[in-house]
């Protein structure tokens, strides 16, 4: 079984500044695909960074950077120099051998001005 | 547009009525998903296609939902007898052949029950 944990329900973050948003997963599966989507109040899910858990490197995808630590099976968020359109809220996701994609409860951010 | 789509993108009804939601995927995706969202929560899985077979059902699935990808393209998801507990977001995603590629998400369809 897979399971994602995010335990921060909301985040507040200032324009401009850097924001870590908490994933850590568990999973039994010797690979792996970990992912970070966006909801905003629209309802769409978009696709933000995906990390393998045999890549050497983190991901980086423009603002987004996953902060990739299998050995404490975390891989956080990064945000840089948020913008007031990066109010939504994001989720951490997992696929492994079962084939679905499960997915952590979210963490709402809000992006002060 | 070259991305999921999902009809009806809102659906009222009462309950004890059947209903049916639609998914096109993006036509080279041989993987498709349904899931279900309700507020404040993630999605969670509900059943898995590859082609048209299907080969994961959430035991969230009960009796009353069925899917079906008839010739492997498009899929319909059904509620019989719909309960108010069934009002949520139906999300339908898609995925290209490898592993581990991202899945691409539909507007979702938002079922409510009165």
């Known amino acids: 079984a897979q399971k994602i944990t995010q335990t921060q329900p909301g985040m507040f973050v200032q324009e401009k500044e850097a924001v870590t948003l908490d994933c850590t997963y568990d999973t039994s599966d010797p690979s792996y695909g970990l992912f970070w989507y966006k909801q905003p109040s629209s309802g769409e899910m978009i696709f933000l960074i995906y990390q393998g858990s045999y890549d050497q490197q983190n991901a980086t995808e423009g603002r987004y950077s996953l902060n990739f630590q299998k050995a404490r099976k975390s891989a956080n968020l990064v945000i840089s120099a948020s913008q007031l359109g990066d109010s939504a809220m994001y989720f951490c996701?997992?696929?492994?051998?079962?084939?679905?994609?499960?997915f952590g409860s979210g963490t709402q951010l809000t992006v002060l001005p | 547009d070259t991305g999921v789509s999902q009809d009806p993108r809102h659906k009222i009804t009462k309950r004890g009525q059947n209903v049916t939601f639609r998914c096109d995927p993006i036509?080279?995706?041989?993987?498709l998903y349904w899931y279900r969202q309700t507020l404040g929560q993630g999605p969670e899985f509900l059943t898995y296609f590859q082609n048209e077979a299907q080969l994961e059902k959430s035991r969230l699935l009960s009796d009353r939902f069925s899917a079906e990808r008839p010739k492997g393209s498009f899929s319909t998801l059904e509620i019989q007898r719909t309960e108010q507990g069934d009002s949520a977001m139906y999300l339908c995603?898609?995925?290209?052949?490898?592993?581990?590629?991202?899945?691409?998400f539909g507007q979702g369809t938002r079922l409510t029950v009165v």
């Open positions: 036509s080279e995706h041989n993987r």
């Open positions: 995603a898609s995925r290209g052949d490898t592993s581990n590629t991202e899945a691409f």
């Open positions: 996701a997992i696929s492994g051998s079962a084939r679905q994609l499960t």
